[in-house]
Every structure is written in C-alpha cells, then in structure tokens.
C-alpha cells in the first residue's frame, strides 16, 4: 500500500487529525501557547507537555492549573502522562478525562532519558520492566475511558535494537495502545547520534497499530526523507521547531520561503505575550529566557544580543532590546 502523503488526515483510535504533522511532547515547553503556536502554523495536532501522574493524583496546584491548562482554540490534544505505579497511572488519567474534556487521547511517556525521571522506574527506565508498562498503558486506558498512546525510545543502552520495539508490540496487543511514537535513539545517547531508521521501518513493517516517527527530524527535508524511508504513519516534530513553526507549514504545502524578519519578530512577541498571559509579566521574564535562543539564532542576531536577552528582568525589557538591536541592523 503507498504511503499516505503528510497532507492527509489520520485517524489514531478514532481521534481525527487534519495532517501528518504533529507537535511532539516538549518537556518544559509544550504548554497551550506553544501548542496552540504549532496549531496556528498547520501543526495536524499537538501532544502536550510530560505531567506527572503523581503531581495529578495527589493534586498538586500548580500541575493542575498550569499543566493542564488548555486553550479553547486547540485541535486535537493528547496529553502526555508520566509515572511507574498503574493505580495512580488510572486515577490521574480519570482526573484528566473528567476536569480536561479537550483531551482526546493520554499519551504516556516511556522514552524519557533524564536521570530523576528515570530513578523512579518511568520514562525510559519502562523498557527494563516491560510488565509494568503494559500494566501503566492498560490503567490509563482503562481509567479515562480514552485512546492511549505511547511515547517509546529504541533502547536504554547504545546497540539495544529489541527493548522498545518488544515493548511496542506488547503494548499493542495486550494494553490496546492505539499507536507508538517511535524515537530509534537509545535513551542513553539522548539527542545525540544518528536515529535508526532502518530500525523505525522495521516497526512499522511488523506492528498492528500506526507508528509516529520522530528524532532527528531539524528541516523539510530530513524529515521528508525519514518519512519515506520508514514508512510511518506520521511525523512528530519537536526541537526542529523550536523558533520555527513555519516548518508546519513548509511541510504541508502552505509555505516554501523562508520567513521574513518581521514574520520571526512578529511570532517571537506573540510568544512573549502569550507567556504574560500564562505566567504572569515577572514569571514570564525568566521562562522566556530558553524561548530566546531559538528566535535570535533564526534572525542570526549574534552572541550579543543573546547574552543581553538572558540578563533581561521584564518582557518590555527583552521587547526593547529586540527592536534596538533591528534598528541598528537596519541603519548598518
């Protein structure tokens, strides 16, 4: 069967997106505005942000009334759920389904390399007890009454080609997961290497269920070549769009020119609004310090203005400094 081109809409455990090009979960950054950024430059859906099952359960504020947050204008959710224990896994996924309707599918992160997440036994260190991760994935399918999917690396170690793509079909067939997120890096490597994506083919060969690839995938191209080569069902982006949610839209026919300097500074004050909006002008300011990277490298704006922008105290602050800085670029 050929494969579907991005453009066309896909169906996962019933739940419809618009397109083949979805937001990835971004640990400490996926929250609605960037969703909701993602949405507005052609994103087919978008997966939220790692919650903490156990922040959910034994309610926690802020996980409740920031995590969970969701704008009304976001397209299909899936919010990403993390933790080991299955009877909490089922209550925070109930919690979700009840206060959270906007959610149409718990995602569950079993991928995650970081250390204090791993020491827990959830994230990435899933893949070592494979037994209880079919048990979490089947808690929250069972406790919010919706589709699940499940985030997955290849390996914990470098050369662990059979941990996530054993898991995944376990996860299929005995926990009715609607679909995999498939990162064929090893935990241990990070974001670092080369994705395997022989490995990734392999999986969408061999599993009953669609497969989402995503790793490694920075630009148009990389990632129409992934694409084809694995034969997935979809692509999720994450840090290639980091500063650039054009690549959305490059990838789904909207757009094949890059944008301009008013296009990136124009979004750049979106986000900074949209963050006031969030947190608040004083806790905006410090948050938005990893937003500006990514925005300064677009526009190739230099060191300098990147170092000036995280000594920022204010968003008016950061504002002021991005327009100087064009007006002296435009006087050069």
């Known amino acids: 069967m050929a494969q579907a081109p991005l453009t066309e809409p896909i169906e996962i455990g019933g ?3 618009q397109n083949r090009v979805l937001l990835a979960p ?4 996926g929250n609605w505005f960037v969703r909701l950024q993602a949405s507005r430059h052609g ?5 939220s942000e790692m919650v903490s099952s156990f922040a959910i359960h034994y309610g926690n504020e802020k996980t409740l009334t920031e995590l969970l947050r969701v704008h009304p204008d976001e397209g299909p959710l899936a919010l990403q759920l993390f933790g080991q224990d299955p009877e909490v896994m089922r209550s925070a996924a109930a919690y979700v389904a009840e206060h959270a309707p906007q959610v149409a599918i718990i995602d569950l ?35 919010s009454g919706r589709p699940v999917t499940v985030k997955l690396r290849s390996g914990v170690a470098p050369g662990d080609k059979t941990s996530g793509f054993e898991l995944a079909h376990r996860l299929v067939e005995e926990a009715g997961v609607s679909a995999i997120t498939f990162h064929p890096r090893s935990a241990k490597v990070h974001h670092k290497g080369v994705p395997d994506y022989d490995l990734a083919a392999r999986l969408v060969e ?9 790793g490694g995938l920075q630009d148009a191209a990389s990632v129409r070549r992934a694409y084809e080569h694995t034969g997935a069902a979809a692509v999720m982006l994450a840090r290639g769009s980091l500063g650039n949610p054009w690549l959305f839209e490059e990838l789904t026919g909207a757009r094949d020119e890059h944008p301009t300097t008013g296009e990136i500074v124009a979004e750049w004050e979106w986000v900074m609004d949209q963050a006031v909006t969030h947190l608040g002008p004083e806790r905006a300011a410090r948050y938005l310090r990893k937003f500006h990277p990514w925005y300064v490298d677009r526009l190739a704006a230099g060191k300098q ?11 008016d602050e950061a504002k002021h400094l991005i327009s100087t800085h064009l007006l002296s670029q435009a006087a050069q």
């Open 109 to 143: 992160n079993m991928g995650c390399p970081v250390p204090k997440v791993c020491k827990t036994g959830a994230g990435a260190a899933m893949l070592k007890d494979p037994d209880t991760a079919v048990a979490v994935a089947l808690a929250a399918r069972e406790g």
């Open 26 to 29: 971004l640990a400490g950054i």
């Open 15 to 17: 739940v419809r997106f």
């Open 305 to 315: 203005l990147h170092i000036a922008l995280q000594n920022t105290e204010t968003v």
């Open 43 to 47: 994103a087919g859906g978008a997966f």
């Open 206 to 214: 061999s599993l009953p269920a669609p497969v989402i690839l995503t």
